[in-house]
C-alpha cells in the first residue's frame, strides 16, 4: 500500500508542474541503487551499453547491402537488365561484353567501400576496447569501455577523453568545479568550467562517492551540445532534495579533463545515445549541376537507344519480307522457331539490338566520374597556398560530389563575426552617462601619459558622477563567464594582450568579454577570480571588493543579453545587465538614455561592436521573488527552455542606464581583396549578420561590398514604420527599374552608366517580406518584388538576421525562377543552417567552434583562401569535369554508331562489327585512363592568371560548357567520325582489296580497321583539347596507344587454349601487312579530326572567348607580356567592376571626389614573369600527332570473307 501511495503521489507532483508527457525523459540510479521504500517505485529501464558503431557494413550484410546500394542507381540496374537480357536469350555478343564491365565496376565501387568501412571498424574497436575506471563497492575497478552502462559511476583522471555523457558530482576541486575542453566536438580550445551538483561535490573519495543514493530525472538523448535539462533528487535521510541540472554539469564524450587532478560523474547517455554520436547523423545529399545535365543526356541517349533498335527491328522485318531472304538455303529455321507468334520474334529481336547498341550508355563513366572527384579532392587538400600557419589548418574536402559545383557558383552568402572579421576583439572605449573613457587614455577625466596624439572625446563628468562611473565599471567586471587562468597551469594557450603585474590572464567562449574585462583592467578594475561562489574585484585603490554571485542568467541569441545577480559586501543585492541596443534600451526607465544611444550610433557607423549595460537594484522581498521563479522554472522537465524565458523576461526589467561599451573587430586579411575578385569574376555577394546596421554597413564598405559610388537602399523597420512595406517596395522596385529602363539587370553584363545599387534590409522587415499570403491586387507577391529588386543591387546586406531567417533567405535564391548556384560561408553554429541549406557550403576554421566546419561541404582557414578555391581550383574542376563527361559520350557515339551502320550491309541480322575483346575492353583499358588523367591535371590557363583576372570566371558560368548547344555540337561530331570510320573503311575497300600473299579481307579486318582508327581518332582528340602537357600525359595517351597495338598483336597472334573458337587469330597482323590498310588509318584519322580543328580555328578567330584569347597568346609565348596588354586583349572588358579599383588610390588623393560610372576609368593590371617555359600549347603544333609508326609482322590467318 505504502508504494501506492508513494506512486500516486509522484503522478499528482509531475501532473501539477504540468509534465504530464513524461515518457520524454528517462530515470537514472546512480550506482544502480534502488530508491528508499517509500520514495518512488522503481522501474529499471533498459539503456544501450557504450559500443561505439560508426561502420555501416558487417561482416554477413556486406554484400547484399552493397548490392542493393549500388544497384539502386539507374546505369547499373541498367547494364544489369542488360546482362541478364544477354544470357536468357540469344543475343549477337557474349554476355561478357556486358558482364565484365559490370563487374569491373561494381567491383571497384565495393571494394572502395569496403575498405573505407574496414577502417571505421578499426577505429570503432580501438575506442570500443579502451580502458576506462569505474567505481564499484568503494574500489575503482578497469573495465572496457563498450561494457559501461548508464547509472555506472566513472573516475576520470586530468588529460583523460570522457567515454560517454556524465554528469559531474564531484571533483578534486573544494569548489566543486572542473575545466575541460571540447575541441573534439566544437574546435573550442578554450577551457570551460563545469560545476558538480552542489549535494555531492563534497563526496572526494571512491568509498564517499559509493554512499550516494541519488535517482537523476533527465531528458531522452537529443543531439544539441549546448542543451540539457534534469534534476537530481539527493535522498538525505530517505528525504529527496530537488537540484536543477543544466548543460554546465554536464559532460560529453570526446571532451578532455584539464587542469583538474581527477573527477567522479555518473554515465546518462551511452554508445549510440551520446551527443557525439547523435551528431554524426548523415546530412542530406546535395547534387551538382553537372550531375544533373549528366542524367539528362543519358535520358538522351537512353532514348538514341531505344530508337535505334526500333528502327532496326522494323526494318529487319521489312528486309525479310522476302521469303528467300527471311529463311536463306544456308540458315533454316528449327520448327520451334517457325511456330513462335511474331510478336515475341520481334520483342526478342528488339532486345538483341538492344544488347547490340547498348555500349552508347557508358557505364564507366560513372565510376571515372567518382574517382575523378575523389582523387581531385586532394589537389584543394595539398594546396600549399590555402594552409594557414597560424592556425595550422589545410582545406578540408568533406564531400568530394560537389567540386565542379565550385566552379558555378553565382550567389555568395557570408556571415560577418569571424568570417569577414577576425573575431579578435579589442577594446576601443566606453560611454558612461555621455562621457567617453578610452583604455589607457582617458580615465576619470584625466589624459594618460603618451595618448597626446589619440583622436579622443573627452566630456569628463563632474565630481558626482563619479560613483556612477565606479559602479558602471564593477558591471562589466562582474557581468560575464570569463574564467582566469595562471600561466603555469594552462597548456598550449596563448597569453592574453596584456603582461600586467599577475601572471593570470583571461579565458572566454565569447571574444568580446575577455575584451570588455581587459578594458576594464586597462582603466584600473580588475577582475581577480569566482572563488567560492564569490567574485574579487581589485579596485583603483588596490582594494579587494568580493561579490556573492547568486544567479547567472545566461546569454542566449534570442534575448541577446546576460545578467548577473550578486551580493554586495554591505549587503545590497545588485541585478547587472549587458546586452545588444535593441534588448537593452526598451528595459531601461532611467538615465542619459539619449547621450548613451548618440555614442552608441556614433561607434557603430565606424564599425565598432557595442552593448550597453545597465543595474537594478533588487530588496529581499524581490531576490527571493526571483530565487522562486527562477529555481522553479530550473526544476522543470518539460518546456524548461520556454519557461526560463519568460522567467528572464520577468526578471531584467525596469533597469537603470548605466552606459555602453565599444570593442574594435578587425577584418581579416585580404578580406577586401577577396570579395572586390568575387564581384568581378560575375557572383553577388551578401553578408548575412545579427549585428545592427550601422556597424555592418561600416565592415561591408571597409570589406569593398559597398564602395562610395554605391547607392544605398534601405528596406528596414525604420522607413517601414513611416511608409507601408507595400509602399516602401514598390518606391525601390521603382528606383531601381527606372534607370535601367525596366529591365532586369545581369550581373554579368554591367555597363559602364549605370547606377551600381547596393541594399540593406533588418530580420523583421524580411520576416514581413516573408510571410505567406501577402497579395496585392496590382503587386503580387512581396517576395517577388524583392527579388526583382535584390536582382538589381550588386551587393546586398542583411542585418539583425536570426540563423534560421539566415536559411530563408539563401532558400529563397535558390528557388528563385533563375535557379542559381548559391554557396554559404561561415564559421559558427548560427552559420550551420545556411550552410546547409545553399548548394556548396564553406565553414571557416574560426574561433566560436567547429559545428559550421563539421556541416560543411569544404572547409578553409580563413575567408580570403575562398578565392582560389572558386576562381581557380573550381574554374579547374568544371572545365575538367565538363569534358570528361562530354568525350565519354562523344567516344561511346563514335564507337557503336559504325555497328549501327554495318546492320544495313549484313541484313540486320544483329551480327556484330567488333571483336568480343574489343567490345569489353574499349571503354576499361583503351581509352579510359587518357581521360581520367585530363581530369585531374589540365591546366587550360595558368593558375596565376585565373587569380589575377576574375572575370575570366564569367566565360564557364552557368553551366556554358554542358549546354544542349555543346551537347549536340560532341554528339554530331562523334556521328561524323563514326560516318567517316565506317564509309572511308567501306569505300576504301569496296573492290576486293588483296593482302600480299593474295588473300581477301574479311568481316573481321574490316571492322579490326574501323575499331584502330575509333582508337587513335578520339585518343587523338583529346590529346588536341589537352593544353597543360606533363610527362605523365604523354605517357598515359601514348602508352594506351601502344597498349592497344600489342594487346591486338597478342590477342591475334597466339592460339589461347581457353578459347573455343578464335576468329581473331592474326588478323590484326594481316591488316598491318596491307599497305593500303595503312594509307587509309592515316587518312580517315586525319579526316576525322579535320573539322573539329577547323572549327576551332575560325570560331577563335572570329568569335573568341577571353578564355581562348589567353590560350592563343600563351601559345604563342607572350605569357609575360600577356597582362600588359590586358586593355587590347579584352577589348576593354577586363572587368566591369573596374571602379572598385579606384578605391585603391592612396591617401593623399581621398579627398579627390570620384568621377561618374560614365566616365572611364584607368585600370591597373598586374604583370608575373615566369621563369620556365609557359605550361601551354595550343592544338597548332598537335596536327602532327598523327606520325605514329607501329612495326608489325607479316602473315595470314584464316578468316570469313562477306
Known sequence: MGMDVSTLRTLISRYCVGEENWVDSRTIYIGHKEPPPGAEAFIQQRFPDNRIVSSKYTFWNFIPKNMFEQFRRVANFYF????????????????????LPLFFVITVTAIKQGYEDWLRHKADNAVNKCAVHVVQHGKVIRKQSRKLRVGDVVFVKENESFPCDLVLLSTSRDDGTCYVTTASLDGESSHKTYYAVQDTKAYNTEKEVDLIHATIECEQPQPDLYKF?????????????????????????????????????????????????????????????VEKSMNAYLVVYLCILISKAIVNTVLKYAWQADPSRDEPWYNDRTELERQRHIVIRAFTDFLAFMVLFNYIIPVSMYVTVEMQKFLGSYFMMWDDEMFDEELGERTVVNTSDLNEELGQVEYVFTDKTGTLTENNMEFIECCVDGHVYVAQAICNGQVMPGSASMDMIDTSPGPGAREHEEL??????????????????????????????????????????????????????????????HMEILNREDEIERFELLQVLTFDSNRRRMSVIVRASTGEVYLFCKGAD????????????????????????????????????????????????????????QDRDKRLAEAYDLIEKDLILLGATAVEDRLQEKAADTIESLHKAGMKVWVLTGDKMETAAATCYASKLFHRNTQILELTTKRTEEQSLHDVLFDLRRTVLTHHGGWTRDITGLSGDYTDYGLIIDGATLSAVMKPGQE???????????????????????????????????????????????LAVGDGANDVSMILEAHVGIGIMGKEGRQAVRNSDYAIPKFKHLKKMLLVHGHYYYIRISELVQYFFYKNVCFIFPQFLY?????????????????????????????????????????????????????????????????????????????????????????????????????????????????????????????????????????????????SLLWGGIIWPFLNYQRMYYVFMQMLSSGPAWLSIVLLITAGLLPDVLKKVIWRAMWPTTTERIQMFAGLGYVPALLDNADKLYKGQLSEFTPLDRRRSSSTNRSRPNPPRSEPFSKKVMLTRWQRPPDYRTFTPLLGFTDVKCSSKQGAGPETCV
Open 229 to 289: 535539462v534534469g534534476r537530481i533528487n539527493v535522498y538525505m535521510d530517505n528525504d529527496p532534495v530537488a537540484r536543477p541540472l543544466g548543460s554546465e554539469n554536464l559532460l560529453l564524450r570526446g571532451a578532455t579533463l584539464k587542469n583538474t587532478q581527477y573527477i567522479y560523474a555518473v554515465a546518462i547517455y551511452t554508445g549510440m545515445e551520446t551527443k557525439m554520436a547523435l551528431n554524426y547523423q548523415c546530412k542530406s545529399q546535395k547534387r551538382s549541376a
Open 472 to 533: 558602471f565599471f564593477r558591471a562589466l567586471c562582474l557581468c560575464h563567464t570569463v574564467q582566469v587562468k595562471e600561466e603555469e597551469t594552462v597548456d598550449s594557450i596563448k597569453l592574453g594582450i596584456h603582461q600586467g603585474k599577475s601572471t593570470s590572464f583571461y579565458i572566454s567562449s565569447s571574444p568580446d568579454e575577455v575584451a570588455l574585462v581587459e578594458g576594464m583592467k586597462r582603466l584600473g578594475f580588475t577582475y581577480l577570480r569566482l572563488k567560492d561562489s
Open 776 to 822: 496585392d491586387s496590382n503587386s503580387g507577391n512581396y517576395k517577388e518584388i524583392f527579388l526583382e529588386i535584390c536582382r538589381n543591387c550588386s551587393a546586398v546586406l542583411c542585418c539583425r538576421m536570426a540563423p534560421l531567417q539566415k536559411a530563408q533567405i539563401v532558400k529563397l535564391i535558390k528557388t528563385s525562377k533563375e535557379h542559381p548556384i548559391t
Open 80 to 99: 544489369l537488365i542488360i546482362f541478364l537480357v544477354q544470357l536468357i536469350i540469344d543475343t549477337p555478343t557474349s554476355p561478357v561484353t556486358s558482364g
Open 903 to 1047: 546492320q544495313f550491309f549484313c541484313g540486320f541480322s544483329q551480327q556484330p562489327l567488333y571483336d568480343t575483346a574489343y567490345l569489353t575492353l574499349y571503354n576499361i583499358s583503351f581509352t579510359s585512363l587518357p581521360i581520367l588523367l585530363y581530369s585531374l591535371v589540365e591546366q587550360h590557363i595558368n593558375m596565376d592568371i585565373l587569380k589575377k583576372d576574375p572575370a575570366l570566371y564569367r566565360d564557364i558560368a552557368k553551366n556554358s560548357l554542358l549546354r544542349w548547344q555543346s551537347f549536340i555540337y560532341w554528339t554530331v561530331l562523334g556521328v561524323y567520325d563514326a560516318i567517316v570510320m565506317f564509309f572511308g573503311a567501306y569505300f576504301l575497300f569496296d573492290n576486293t582489296t588483296f593482302t600480299s600473299n593474295g588473300q581477301m579481307f574479311g568481316n573481321w579486318t574490316f571492322g579490326t580497321l574501323v575499331f584502330t582508327v575509333l582508337v587513335f581518332t578520339v585518343t587523338f582528340k583529346l590529346a588536341l583539347d589537352t593544353h597543360y602537357w606533363t610527362w605523365i600525359n604523354h605517357f598515359v595517351i601514348w602508352g594506351s596507344l601502344i597498349f592497344f597495338v600489342v594487346f
Open 582 to 637: 535593441s534588448s537593452i534600451f526598451p528595459r531601461v526607465i532611467s538615465g542619459k538614455v539619449d547621450q548613451v544611444r548618440a555614442r552608441v550610433e556614433h561607434n557603430a557607423v565606424e564599425g565598432l561592436r557595442t552593448l550597453c549595460v545597465a543595474y537594478r537594484p533588487l530588496s529581499l522581498v524581490q531576490y527571493q521573488e526571483v530565487c522562486l521563479l527562477l529555481n522553479g522554472a530550473k526544476l522543470a522537465l
